[in-house]
C-alpha cells in the first residue's frame, strides 16, 4: 500500500478504535457488570485490521457524506464483528484458545462471562445507532436492516451454521462452500459497504454497486485466509494455523489446490477493482483491495 494510503487508514482505525471505547466504557448503570464491560473493551482492543468500520467510512466518502455520519454504523458493525469473534472461539465453535495473539475472551474472563459479553456487544450495536445524535431516523432505520438482515440467520450467523454441518462432511460442494463464504464472511463486509452508502444518503445504484464490491471481496478475503491457514505461521497470523486440515474442514485450498485458489481469489479481486471505478475518488480503496489479497496475516 502506498505510504499515504498506509497513514490515511492509521488515522481513520485510530478514530474509529477511539469512538469504540467511547461507546464501550463502565458507567454508573452498568458499575457492577464492570467485568462485563472489560471482557467487550477486552476483546474490541484486541485490535485486527477493522476492514469492516473502514469501508463503511470509506464508502460514505466516496458518496459525499462525512466521518460523523458514518461512525455509528462503522463502530456498530465491528461490535457485531468482534461478538462473532468472541463466540466463534469457544469450545462449542472453532474452539480457540488465541485471538490475534493474545488470550481468546474465554480464556482470560471465563466462558460463562465471554459468552454475555458477545450478546451485549451484538445488543450494544444496535443501540448505537438507534444513540447517534446526527442521523435522521430513516436512515437510522435502513442502517439496522442491513445490519439485522446481515448478521442474523440469512447472514453471518446462518454463514456459522452451515461452516459447522459441513465440518462433519467429506462431500461439501464448491457452490456450497461460496454458499457459506457468502453468508459467514460476505455478510458484515457486504453491509459495511452498503451501510456506508446508505449514511451517506446514496442513490440506489451505488448501493447496489456496493453490495457487489462487498460480495466479491468478501469471498476472496475468505479465500486468502484459507491460504493463510496452510501458508501462514502463528507468530505472524497471532492465531493457530492448520486448523482446518485438522478439523477436516473443506476449504477453497482443499477444494481447488492452492495455486488455483489464488488464481480464484485475484479474479474477484479484479472484478471488485473494476467496480471501484464506478465511485468518484476510489484510489485509497483501490489500493486496500489490492492490499487484502496480497496480506500475510
Known sequence: MEAKHEIYMENMISKIENRLMQYVQVTSQTARQAELI?????SLEAGGKRIRPVLVLE???MCGGTDEQAMAAACALEMVHTFSLIHDDLPEMDNDD???????????FGHAVALQAGDA???????TVIRDPVLEPEI??????ILADETGAA????GQIMDMSYVTRTDVTLDELKAMV???TGALIRGACQM???AAFAPLEKIMLAQQYGEKLGMAFQIVDDILDVTGSLETLGKPVGSDAEEGKTTFVTLMGLEKAKAYAEKLTWEAEEILQQFADHAFLLDLTRELLTREK
Open 182 to 184: 457468502s453468508a459467514k
Open 155 to 158: 447472514g453471518m450467523i446462518g
Open 196 to 198: 456506508g452508502c446508505i
Open 121 to 127: 456487544l451484538l445488543t450494544e450495536a444496535f443501540g
Open 38 to 42: 472489560d471482557a467487550m473493551r477486552y
Open 98 to 108: 488465541y485471538r490475534r495473539g493474545k488470550p481468546s475472551c474465554h480464556k482470560q
Open 140 to 145: 437510522k432505520v435502513e442502517l439496522m436492516k
Open 59 to 61: 464508502f460514505c466518502r
